[in-house]
């Protein structure tokens, strides 16, 4: 089995002692680290080193980072295709613009829109993990994601932060 840890919308320009806390606790047991923008600074990457990352820009990402972060990228993993963008534009219909961008991906994963979703579209997993450091509505805790790949496919779960 194949563990992903999934975030987004992080908005830190540096990786402050709570972010690195959380990370450490969220995705202790993951293989590989996909984020899926809205970082603010390339350095929060560093957070996650030893593990494999995988990592676009978003909307709210300074200069540095937005040149050297792609808007969109498509990873294989276990043989698995994985579409990563940040998205763009309203949320009401952000899943089909995502599928638009990766109709033959297996995962599509995407941000944004800081509301945490996973659900199937058609054959495809669709997987947002929401705003990791909770800037949701009413104090609302950070959002992540757990991807597993095993021999039966590919299944995602959405899991809470403890608000500290």
Not at 50 to 67: E, L, P
Not at 98 to 123: K, N, R, S
């Given at each position: 089995m194949i563990s992903v840890g999934i975030l987004s919308d992080t908005h830190l320009q540096t990786a402050n002692r709570a972010f690195v806390q959380k990370c450490a606790t969220a995705f202790a047991g993951c293989d590989a680290i996909i984020h899926a923008g809205d970082l603010v600074d390339i350095g929060i990457l560093n957070t996650f080193k030893?593990?494999?990352?995988?990592?676009?820009?978003?909307?709210?990402?300074?200069?540095?980072?937005?040149?050297l972060l792609p808007g969109q990228k498509e990873i294989?993993?276990?043989?698995?295709?994985?579409?990563?963008?940040?998205?763009?534009?309203?949320?009401?219909?952000?899943?089909?613009?995502?599928?638009?961008?990766?109709?033959?991906?297996?995962?599509?994963?995407?941000?944004?829109?800081?509301?945490?979703?996973?659900?199937?579209?058609?054959?495809?997993?669709?997987?947002?993990?929401?705003?990791?450091?909770?800037?949701?509505s009413y104090g609302a805790a950070g959002t992540y994601a757990i991807l597993k790949i095993t021999n039966n496919g590919l299944t995602a779960s959405i899991h809470t932060l403890a608000n500290q």
């Open positions: 030893g593990k494999d990352i995988h990592a676009v820009r978003g909307n709210m990402c300074n200069w540095d980072t937005r040149q294989v993993v276990a043989g698995y295709a994985i579409g990563i963008t940040h998205g763009a534009g309203p949320r009401h219909n952000i899943e089909e613009r995502v599928f638009e961008q990766f109709p033959a991906a297996d995962c599509i994963v995407f941000g944004h829109t800081h509301h945490a979703v996973c659900l199937q579209y058609g054959e495809t997993l669709l997987v947002n993990p929401g705003s990791f450091m909770g800037t949701g």
